[in-house]
């Protein structure tokens, strides 16, 4: 599988607050069949602004080699969970924020609570860039539980979603979970991912969502979602515009 979402670099945000920590979220990764892992640190305007430069990268770096070291077979690549401001686009042209492995595909999250007014507007110049954002959770937005007919217009702008294992396994409540579900089920999912902060609670562990997938969707489903998407947006890939059974 390939993990586009966690929280594993340490010291950076609020995940891995250590190396040995960073190293444990690595090796269970592994156990439960996590073969690649982006590692997405938050960059925000108004907190944990990490921008794309020599601190992520010798981050990457140092626990490459510490993994090499330990022989936990997962390759970590980079990646950002960027929170959507009005700076965004001009950082992502600056190539100050990155895309998922540095590709056209950008992990961007929004505030939990309240709808940003500008939240389509970032999205819009985002994509006249060239670049299709990678919607991180929807899910978990209170707004989206509440009508989530703002993913008709964010999906048909060209945005891609990523559905977190914990709101599929209804670790994070009832809501979250029915609507995580409902966006697989009506093919608004295009990829789940961990979105890991330690080795504890949320989690690298990715087989149980695999299971769950299958069991509730299909095997070609779990396929999609955890291996053969990702791995797409890795790679840089055109991808289909495919029309989901709308709200
Ligand atoms: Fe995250």
Same mark, same amino acid.
Request: charged share 25%.
């Given at each position: 599988?390939?993990?586009?979402?966690?929280? *594993?670099?340490?010291?950076?945000?609020?995940?891995?607050?250590?190396?040995?920590?960073?190293?444990?979220?690595?090796?269970?990764?592994?156990?439960?069949?996590?073969?690649?892992?982006?590692?997405?640190?938050?960059?925000?305007?108004?907190?944990?602004?990490?921008?794309?430069?020599?601190?992520?990268?010798?981050?990457?770096?140092?626990?490459?080699?510490?993994?090499?070291?330990?022989?936990?077979?997962?390759?970590?690549?980079?990646?950002?969970?960027?929170?959507?401001?009005?700076?965004?686009?001009?950082?992502?042209?600056?190539?100050?924020?990155?895309?998922?492995?540095?590709?056209?595909?950008?992990?961007?999250? @929004?505030? @939990?609570?309240?709808?940003?007014?500008?939240?389509?507007?970032?999205?819009?110049? *985002?994509?006249?860039?060239?670049?299709?954002?990678?919607?991180?959770?929807?899910?978990?937005?209170?707004?989206?539980?509440?009508?989530?007919?703002?993913?008709?217009?964010?999906?048909?702008?060209?945005?891609?979603?990523?559905?977190?294992?914990?709101?599929?396994?209804?670790? @994070?409540?009832?809501?979250?979970?029915?609507?995580?579900?409902?966006?697989?089920?009506?093919?608004?999912? @295009?990829?789940?991912?961990?979105?890991?902060?330690?080795?504890?609670?949320?989690?690298?562990?990715?087989?149980?969502?695999?299971?769950?997938?299958?069991?509730?969707?299909?095997?070609?489903?779990?396929?999609?979602?955890?291996?053969?998407?990702?791995?797409?947006?890795?790679?840089?890939?055109?991808?289909?515009?495919?029309?989901?059974?709308?709200?």
């Amino acid at each position: 599988m390939i993990d586009i979402h966690a929280h *594993i670099l340490p010291g950076i945000d609020d995940g891995a607050f250590d190396m040995e920590c960073a190293v444990e979220m690595a090796s269970l990764a592994f156990e439960s069949g996590v073969e690649i892992i982006v590692a997405t640190p938050h960059s925000s305007a108004y907190g944990n602004q990490n921008l794309w430069g020599p601190e992520l990268k010798k981050a990457i770096i140092d626990f490459r080699q510490r993994l090499k070291e330990e022989k936990i077979r997962v390759l970590i690549i980079p990646g950002m969970e960027i929170f959507a401001s009005s700076s965004v686009p001009q950082l992502l042209k600056e190539k100050k924020l990155i895309g998922l492995n540095g590709s056209r595909y950008p992990l961007i999250e @929004f505030e @939990f609570e309240n709808y940003a007014a500008q939240a389509t507007e970032i999205l819009e110049e *985002i994509t006249q860039q060239g670049m299709r954002p990678v919607i991180a959770h929807p899910e978990r937005y209170l707004y989206v539980q509440e009508d989530p007919t703002i993913l008709n217009l964010w999906v048909d702008m060209g945005c891609l979603l990523q559905i977190n294992k914990g709101s599929l396994l209804g670790r @994070f409540g009832y809501e979250e979970q029915m609507l995580a579900l409902e966006l697989v089920r009506r093919g608004f999912a @295009f990829v789940v991912a961990s979105d890991a902060h330690s080795s504890s609670i949320r989690t690298t562990w990715m087989n149980d969502v695999k299971e769950l997938l299958r069991e509730e969707f299909s095997a070609s489903a779990a396929q999609a979602l955890l291996e053969d998407n990702p791995l797409k947006l890795l790679k840089n890939q055109e991808i289909e515009w495919m029309e989901p059974e709308w709200f």
